[in-house]
Each structure stands twice: as C-alpha cells, then as structure tokens.
C-alpha cells in the first residue's frame, strides 16, 4: 500500500484578463484544498509590494481642512481622490510627482508630470474642478513602495517635510482574493481537493503574477525553516553575553528610568493602598521605591496588608524598598 501524499497539478487558467483571474490546482490530497487556499489568500493580500501616495505638498495649504479658492473641492476631497491613483514605481526609491493647472478646467491623473522611474496607470482618474479663471492647484505628491496597509500616523516624522499632509497608504496591488475547495475524484478516491483561487489587482501586476509571486513567498518561507539548529546551552548564554554591549545596556537603562516613571494607580494595586499613597504623595513606581518599609508603615491607611500588596508589586520587577 502506498503511504506517500500524491502531489498536485500545477495551476491551470479557467479565465484572466489584465485585472482579474480565476485558476485551478488540482488532485490535492484530501484537507489541502484548505491548508493550501487559505495560506496563499493571505500571502495574496498581505505580502505583494505596491506603490501608493503617502505625502502631498499643496501650495498655500497648511492642513487637510482647507479649502482652495476656486477649486470646487475641498483639500480633502483631492487627498483622497489622490489616494485612488495606480501607479506602477520601476525603482524602491521614493518618487516626487507634481501637478500644476491653471485656469478653468476638470483636472485629472493624465495632468500629473511623473518621472520616468513611475507610470500612472489610471490617468482618467478625476482629481480637481477648477471653476475659477484665476484658480490655481500647484502641488507635489511622494509615492513610495510598501507591503499592506499603513496607517499615517506610523509614517517616520524626520521624512516629511515642513507643509506635507501625510497620508493613509493603502501599498497592496491586490483589490479581491479569495478561493473555493471541491471534492474531484483521483483514482478509486472521491475525497481529494480541487482549489479555485480567484484575484483581482488594481493593475500594477497581472492576476498571474500575484499567483506566482505568492507561490515563490511560501516557498521561500518554508525552505527557511527546514531543519533544526542545535545550540547548546553553553553557547547560547556565550552569545548572549556577546550580544549584551553598550547599546543594549544604554536600552535598559532607558526602559528602567521610564518604569520608575509609571504612576502607581496603574499597577492594579486596591484603591485603598492606591489612595493611601495618594495621600501621603506617593504617586509613581520611582517614589514607592525610594521609601523605607518604617516610612510607608507611618503612611495613613496603609496597614499590614497593603505593606504585603507594595512589597508583591515591587517584587514583580527585581526592585526592594531601601534599607
């Protein structure tokens, strides 16, 4: 009898187009369909890079509230009209767009001037409505590569400049995946698995190529964590002594000054211990440690059992009342 798992059929294509696509493995041993499907959606969707806005630098506008004489829309209409763009980035370097329009006109994503490194895919995207003669857009925008979804407030501070709005940048190529499992019949067996996988992406990359490349990520993934690497405890205490150097100690030091910090009514300790150290202006970590178990003893509605809950709380982070 033979114990060993048939492997499956490479992916076939049941239909694609430059957007969307729909393809098949087949004869997956029974449960893979699933095992397979799932962890290829979520790769899919989470691990393809893409490009998308993630600064914009408008001429005479501090903050996204505004409003631009002329223009019909408001500053934040246009940042997520901006948001929409597709753009395809032939280089991991940031890239400087800008769009500058006079005049009364509808303005739109083939008016955006981008360097040769990026390709605006969608150039019927509307932008602005200039209702005004004298009215005017002049601005810059930053599009970068990136992996998901990343909120504006994670952006690094020191990169952007003086006047930028930051924005949310959604980085992933991919709009849909998903996939569906079927029972097909291989050999005298009816229960082995057909996988249906369907994606759609926003047009920077094939439907294929998001397959293929999804393929090659778990694969890769999965190569890295075969075998065991045995370390013996010997060695594994040397490295870490290796390891511990000024940089970490500097870290430690830091995490410690910022404990001592915390206040005490964050650590869980009964409201009754909480407002007798209140009372007698005890307020964080570093001050309760400070005291000696005589002076806390005098403090007003502290007793026995609130000396047990400091010294348990104190005890949790290697620290001791001083002697």
């Known amino acids: 009898m033979n114990h060993e798992i048939v492997l499956p059929s490479q992916p076939k294509v049941i239909r694609e187009d430059s957007l969307s696509g729909v393809y098949e493995i087949d004869g997956l041993y029974p449960g893979y369909g699933h095992t397979l499907g799932n962890s290829l959606r979520r790769i899919i969707l989470s691990s393809l890079p893409g490009a998308a806005v993630t600064h914009v630098k408008i001429a005479g506008v501090d903050h996204e509230f505004s409003a631009i004489n002329g223009i019909k829309e408001d500053v934040i209409t246009i940042l997520l009209n901006l948001k929409k763009l597709r753009i395809r980035l032939n280089t991991d370097e940031p890239q400087t767009l800008s769009l500058k329009i006079k005049g009364v006109r509808q303005v739109s994503a083939k008016d955006i001037d981008a360097p040769g490194q990026a390709e605006v895919l969608n150039p019927e995207l509307h932008i602005a409505s200039l209702t005004d003669k004298n009215a005017e857009i002049n601005l810059e925008m930053t599009v970068e590569k990136g992996l998901g979804f ?36 291989v050999g005298d067996r009816t229960d082995f698995n057909r996988l249906r996988i369907m994606v759609e992406t926003d047009g920077t990359l094939s439907p294929r190529e998001a397959i293929e490349k999804s393929i090659t990520l778990m694969i890769e993934q999965l190569k890295a964590i075969v075998g065991f690497k045995e370390i013996s405890e010997e060695n594994i205490i040397k490295k870490e002594d290796e390891e511990v150097g000024d940089t970490d100690k500097s870290k430690k030091a830091e995490l410690d000054a910022e404990l001592m910090k915390t206040r005490i009514d964050t650590f869980g300790l009964s409201s009754r211990t909480t407002k007798a150290l209140a009372n007698a202006n005890i307020r964080t970590l570093g001050g309760l440690a400070r005291k000696k178990e005589a002076d806390l003893m005098d403090v007003d509605g502290l007793g026995a059992k609130g000396m047990q809950e400091i010294k348990k709380l104190l005890a949790q982070y290697g620290i001791s009342l001083r002697q």
Do not use: H
């Open 150 to 185: 990343v909120q504006k407030e994670a952006s690094p501070k020191d990169r952007v400049e003086i006047g930028a709005i930051a924005l949310d940048a959604a980085f992933t190529p991919i709009r849909r995946a998903n996939y569906e499992v079927e029972n097909m019949r």
